[in-house]
């Protein structure tokens, strides 16, 4: 489809669904309306309750929580245009981030995102309250978020969910490992009498990034008051790129005469610079949430989710200069794109119910992600011009099956109330597989580049272009066991003063071995809506099976500010048992360690105004991230140290080496404030107001020395560079300003946010030589997003939108790479380097059967 016939779409879309469903009564539009206004006027923390933070038998309020904890509500996932849930809590959580493009290799399709300054692996999720699993990929070329192994967000269907609680405070004594950064907490639909379609395109302002996504659930009683939630969530989005014009002099080798070549003057200039944008994503997932009431003292459950993700992307292109584009093959260059075809599901079964007074929850998750990498429009040049195009790179497989038992019950001893008693038992196996690829996609050919052609007489670069495939020795699968008990007390010593404590106690059959963590908690109402709340706790998170075992080549480009152009690598990443990493000074992985304190003050001053500030600090001992690069360009000093290491274990020369360590501790010290009102503004609707700010910043307060092995060698373990990632990468500050007005058939969402500046560091320390700097510090942006809906009956209602309303890009201050013309706006922008979006979205409510 092209970019007009897009523009047509949207608007005749638009055109024809608010005059084809322009029928409806105008006493049916009015009592719609007036229900709306209501229920958002009532939408207070006075209402609001929560299942996340504290557990027992009664049920906490927002307001009366000892635990700062955020509520996004099944509308609010509505309002943002674009769909995928990574999006939606980027514009919705204020300690959230998501870098705009952020790295290579498989982090275009599961990008890596930030929460209290924490990688994205740092943080607990749990759908209904058990586990979700993680990805089988690993963000192995993010710089934000490097290393991680997070849960891919965007594999839930938004379509399944009712509402999102995000605990912001550590919770490992309560919910195990990972928890450090917090708990979200996603609660799935369980409607029963019919549910609602949304149907959504849009556009980005310059024409591209077209995307469908149609979300629809449907609910049907069963027996009992159970019910049974279908719902199915399908996402599509084209590729766009803000990349410039290639400014180097020449792309195709001069003529044997020393003139250009004739085809400078045809050649697309921005062609070569297309990895610098979005991908060609497509999402397809199912899923359900049921329950069935037994009798009165016991209740079956279950909930799937299951997805398909089809995604490539240019991560690479080549130069019709480059030695690797055989003419045969590429006489005018190529771009090299990689594919995934991953493969998501979790499907839980449980039952709760009473026993001897005890609430009980038993339940058993089982999980799987497995990816499917390959390599197109690509080239093993060693193997000259007979090389395939197409190669099979690896496949990327995680298990995992988790059992939980519950048990929980009020004990009377004397106080305020009664003292909630929970305990519970946890059992984990995991599984992670890594496969090799096609043995042409490894295998290095002798192949010379003939008479008669530029380069003639060399050996092509081996390997892949682009990127590289897992040979046998990169191949290899571990497994390991968790068991964990743990328990959970709290009580109200006076009407106005709770205290509750959780220990935990957790056993890995791997090197994690054994962990142990803890958290008290207190909550004192000083005034009658006015509190103060605290928390003290330590944590953990155990290396993920992918970081233990995690090896891959690949190739990686850095930009240098001496030549103008991005520096072209291979790069391998060891494990760390692997001989040739222990010969470069790499160690058994740790589990991480945390401490977490906060503590903060809420307060209700009048009616359906809630306030609340948290202060926060967490010291993570012993985190884990991908080293630096060990090695430098070849013929340095560096390389020529790292090839006489490696090149005795097999290894090809001149590859820079990467792998796993605890290199570093740092403290995460930040603020949250949050402010809600709501009010109900009579024969004007009702509106809504709500400012949320957040602010964290993370300091490294102990660097690992350098292993001995590579000390005089000038290369570092983790490097300028990567620390700049680890503090500097992501904004200080975000600001969020959101206002829901709802007036009869109407309803307005705007939403301003302010993302505070960060710096993209270059790998060298200015102080050390400002010529071959190339930091980059980018000022603060205001962005906006307004979506206006008109009800056009009870059961239809046609949604016009904008996200990033007045097309604000990161400043234009990235180093340009003259090669590709990719750089311009750098790379960690929080709010993307795509422009302004703007979309139509039609709902229809369907009823019950």
């Not at 260059?333 to 449980?350: K, S």
């Not at 970081?547 to 891959?552: G, K, L, M």
């Not at 090695?631 to 080496?657: A, H, K, M, R, W």
């Amino acid at each position: 489809m092209s970019i007009h016939a897009k523009h047509r779409f949207l608007l005749t879309f638009t055109a024809l669904t608010a005059l084809g469903l322009g029928a409806a009564s105008a006493q049916a539009q009015q009592q719609t309306a007036e229900n709306s206004d209501r229920d958002l006027a009532a939408n207070s923390a006075t209402e609001t309750v929560v299942v996340t933070g504290v557990r027992g038998r009664e049920r906490r309020t927002l307001a009366d929580s000892p635990v700062p904890i955020d509520v996004v509500s099944g509308r609010q996932l509505q309002e943002n245009g674009r769909g995928a849930l990574k999006e939606v809590f980027q514009s919705l959580i204020p300690s959230f981030n998501l870098p705009g493009v952020n790295g290579g290799g498989t982090s275009w399709a599961v990008r890596a995102t930030t929460i209290r300054g924490l990688n994205g692996d740092q943080v607990l999720y749990l759908i209904n309250g058990k586990r979700r699993h993680t990805t089988a990929l690993i963000n192995n070329l993010a710089r934000v978020g490097n290393g991680g192994v997070p849960v891919d967000l965007d594999l839930i269907p938004v379509a399944a969910i009712d509402h999102v609680e995000v605990l912001r405070d550590g919770a490992a004594a309560q919910y195990g490992s990972d928890a450090i950064a917090g708990v979200i907490n996603i609660i799935l639909k369980d409607g029963a009498d019919g549910g609602e379609s949304n149907s959504t395109v849009g556009l980005n302002y310059q024409g591209d990034g077209f995307s469908a996504h149609e979300a629809a659930d449907y609910g049907v009683p069963l027996p009992k008051d159970g019910f049974f939630n279908f719902a199915l969530d399908v996402r599509s989005s084209a590729p766009w790129y803000r990349n410039e014009a290639a400014t180097t002099a020449h792309l195709y080798n001069l003529l044997p005469d020393g003139s250009p070549d004739p085809r400078e003057a045809t050649i697309d200039r921005t062609a070569f610079g297309h990895p610098y944008g979005g991908a060609d994503d497509k999402i397809g997932s199912l899923s359900y949430n049921a329950e069935l009431p037994l009798d009165p003292d016991v209740t079956l459950y279950s909930f799937t989710t299951a997805s398909h993700r089809y995604t490539q992307k240019n991560t690479g292109s080549f130069l019709p200069s480059n030695i690797n584009s055989l003419p045969e093959i590429y006489p005018n260059g190529f771009q090299a794109y990689r594919v995934i075809n991953e493969y998501d599901f979790q499907t839980t079964w449980g039952g709760k119910g009473e026993l001897a007074g005890w609430n009980w929850d038993l339940s058993t998750s089982f999980a799987q992600d497995y990816a499917n990498l390959d390599g197109r429009g690509t080239l093993n040049a060693t193997l000259g011009p007979s090389s395939p195009t197409a190669f099979h790179l690896s496949r990327h497989d995680f298990q995992q099956w988790t059992n939980t038992l519950d048990v929980t019950r009020p004990f009377a001893i004397g106080l305020a109330a009664p003292l909630d008693v929970s305990f519970g038992i946890e059992h984990r196996y995991e599984w992670f597989q890594i496969g090799a690829g096609d043995p042409l996609a490894y295998e290095i050919g002798n192949y010379v580049i003939p008479p008669g052609q530029p380069h003639a007489g060399l050996n092509p670069i081996p390997g892949l272009a682009s990127y590289a495939a897992a040979a046998p020795g990169d191949a290899g699968q571990i497994e390991r066991n968790n068991f964990a008990g743990y328990v959970d007390l709290g009580t109200n010593i006076t009407d106005n003063w709770y205290v509750g404590a959780a220990g935990r106690f957790e056993h890995y059959t791997d090197s994690s071995g054994d962990a142990k963590s803890g958290k008290v908690t207190t909550r004192y109402e000083f005034f009658p809506g006015y509190a103060l709340r605290g928390t003290v706790s330590n944590g953990f998170r155990a290396p993920s099976l992918a970081q233990e075992i995690f090896s891959t080549p690949t190739f990686n480009g850095q930009y240098n500010a001496l030549t103008g152009v991005n520096d072209i690598y291979e790069l391998q990443v060891l494990p760390v048992n692997r001989p040739a990493a222990i010969a470069l000074g790499a160690t058994p992985l740790k589990p991480e360690q945390s401490q977490n304190y906060s503590a903060g003050i809420t307060a209700q001053p009048i009616q359906n105004l809630d306030l609340s500030v948290d202060a926060y600090q967490i010291n993570v001992h012993n985190r884990i991230l991908l080293s630096g690069n060990i090695g430098g360009l070849p013929g340095s000093p560096q390389q020529n140290f790292v090839n006489s290491i490696i090149e005795p274990y097999g290894l090809t020369p001149d590859t820079i080496i990467q792998y796993y360590t605890n290199a570093v501790s740092t403290r995460t010290r930040g603020l949250d404030a949050v402010a809600d009102y709501a009010m109900d503004l009579s024969d004007y609707g009702g509106l809504t107001l709500s400012t949320a700010y957040s602010w964290n910043q993370t300091e490294i307060t102990n660097l690992n020395a350098t292993p001995p092995v590579l000390q005089g060698h000038g290369i570092a373990l983790v490097g300028y560079q990567r620390e700049g990632d680890l503090t500097l990468a992501t904004p200080k500050s975000k600001l969020l300003f959101t206002g829901d007005w709802l007036y009869r058939d109407f309803g307005v969402h705007l939403q301003v946010t302010r993302y505070g500046s960060y710096t993209e560091r270059g790998t060298v320390d200015p102080a050390v030589n400002p010529a071959a700097a190339s930091d980059r510090t980018y000022t603060p942006k205001w962005i906006a997003n307004l979506a206006v809906t008109y009800n056009v009956n009870e059961t239809v209602a046609l949604t016009v939108g904008a996200d990033n309303l007045f097309d604000t890009y990161p400043d234009k201050i990235g180093p340009v790479d003259a090669n590709t013309g990719m750089g311009q706006y750098g790379n960690f922008s929080p709010f993307g380097i795509s422009g302004g979006f703007y979309y139509t979205r039609l709902s229809l409510k369907l009823g019950a059967l």
